[in-house]
């Protein structure tokens, strides 16, 4: 519920300082994997709970522009070009989600500390709980590998390989931050890491322990949230995000595919 605070008098010092909090806010939820509607309705409540009159608010996967008015007919705007890596992170949208419900009920302060910031900077340097993850990855490979008819050893193996896949998301991302690239080099190599521990070990079945160790990869809340935003129409971001998931999603077929085609070869023939 968003408290009508339009008697609620910033300066202009105050209004420039919001206005950048209001963008940081924005840069973080759609670099964590927000929707786009998420973001325009969060940045929406929020400054009309400081005062606004009117938010135009735009947002796509990779561009954000907010203009604010105030009663007394002023307004500020600023864009913004979102250079993060996208990456899904539900426990940060929660985080950002709560922080914009406590705003819209009581409105935080901007100055002297701006306290404002500092909660939302504290969300955004919040480190990633690795062992959550390598974890997850390691259930998430080895049980999909099982649960498309691999055998246990096959879970194993997949469970071991996607610890490598977490490695090169955290190391790799950072030098390869386009993403079709970095999922075509990530398939290449653990599929080529998988072909040859499968050709030493026959009774393994390769295309189970692929299979799992891809799901990691796919983008499959991208895709949805892409379909997502053009029902509700959003169609430009949508499309966007579309095409962009396609692609993510032809790297890695790509990477696989040359990984048992190279080493196929190397071993007289394909596998």
Request: with cysteine; proline share 3%; hydrophobic share 50%.
């Amino acid at each position: 519920m968003v408290k009508d605070n339009r008697n609620l008098i910033l300066e202009d010092t105050e209004k420039q300082i919001l206005l950048h909090d209001l963008m940081d806010m924005g840069e973080l939820l759609l670099s964590s994997g927000a929707e786009i509607s998420r973001v325009e309705d969060t940045l929406t409540r929020i400054g009309t709970a400081y005062g606004a009159v009117r938010m135009n608010v735009f947002a796509i996967t990779s561009f954000l522009v907010v203009t604010m008015v105030f009663p007394d007919r002023s307004q500020v705007t600023e864009s913004r070009r979102i250079l993060q890596p996208d990456q899904t992170n539900f426990m940060r949208m929660e985080e950002l989600n709560a922080l914009s419900r406590a705003c819209c009920t009581h409105p935080l302060q901007l100055t002297p500390k701006d306290e404002f910031a500092a909660r939302i900077q504290t969300i955004g340097m919040e480190p990633e709980n690795r062992t959550r993850t390598i974890l997850g990855s390691i259930l998430g490979a080895g049980g999909f590998a099982v649960f498309f008819g691999g055998s246990i050893l096959d879970g194993l193996v997949a469970s071991i390989f996607s610890f490598l896949i977490c490695e090169m998301q955290k190391y790799l991302g950072r030098i390869f931050p386009n993403r079709v690239i970095f999922n075509f080099i990530a398939a290449l190599l653990t599929g080529t890491g998988i072909a040859l521990v499968s050709q030493c070990f026959r009774f393994l079945h390769m295309d189970k322990i692929m299979i799992g160790d891809i799901m990691l990869l796919i983008p499959g809340i991208a895709l949805t949230n892409s379909i997502r935003n053009m029902l509700v129409g959003d169609t430009i971001s949508g499309a966007m995000r579309l095409i962009e998931s396609i692609l993510w999603a032809a790297a890695l077929g790509l990477g696989f595919f040359t990984a048992i085609l190279v080493v196929g070869r190397w071993n007289g023939g394909l596998i």
